[in-house]
């Protein structure tokens, strides 16, 4: 999404947007308590920088990638070379966010105009729209377990939605000790856990399915690329997991380069 002017961290909600606060920030206040992880970058590939990158799954052998801005978003199959293989554009007055498949189905947030889109999945035709429950404030980041959507919308709150419907099933707040963490975005599920990125900043943090409680952080920092560092808005902010093969795959908004990464 667009940057917001807006900063807080403290023993209440801790929240990170565009004033400015650095990884290190959010790293000195989140060391009270989870861990931190570093990590290894085990191969690289081209990224399309024309895509502002809200939302990424692995579907197999290539990923379903949803690109944001308004007037700009699009759903798009890319390979893992960085060759788009096919694309949709979004109508122009929506600003895609999160993206998931289940099924036949893909699903892909819209950031403030309260609706999913569903298209299909072999067309990429738009088959519905499903309208946000009225405890989810934007759309953001989203994940899914196969049989729903996981979504989260800037606060400190993933939700599990029903995809017919959207109906909330279940919630977690998410906590670093006993301090709340907002401005949680892109998702991804992997091993058991809830991997989340906190906007605007290089941390992710590991979160526990059921408790919320977080479990460590990882720290990108340095990971992204030169020609993304003078891009304000150019953030880390695309997870996807290739369970068969247990690849961990990151990139950003605009990057020229998406990464296979180890956790250490």
Known sequence: MNPRVFASLGCGVIAVAALGVAGGSLAKSAAQSAKFQSYKILKSYAHDTACFTEGLQWIGSSFLESCGQT????????????????????????????????GNRIYQLTWQQNFGFVHDAASLKDIGRVTYPKALREGWGMTT??????????????????????????????????????????????GGEIWANVWMTDLVARIDLKTGRINSWINFAGLRPDSALKDTDAVLNGIAYDAANKRVFVTGKRWDKLFEVAVQ
């Open 71 to 102: 007037g700009e978003s699009n759903l798009r199959e890319v390979a893992l070379s960085g060759q788009v293989l096919r694309q949709k554009a979004l109508s122009k007055d929506t600003f895609g966010e999160g993206v998931s498949r289940i």
């Open 145 to 190: 377990d196969g049989k729903s959507l996981i979504v989260s919308d800037g606060s400190s709150t993933i939700r599990w939605l029903e995809p017919k419907t959207f109906a909330v099933q279940r919630s977690i707040t998410v906590r670093n000790g006993d301090s709340e963490v907002a401005a949680l975005n892109e998702l991804e599920l992997i």
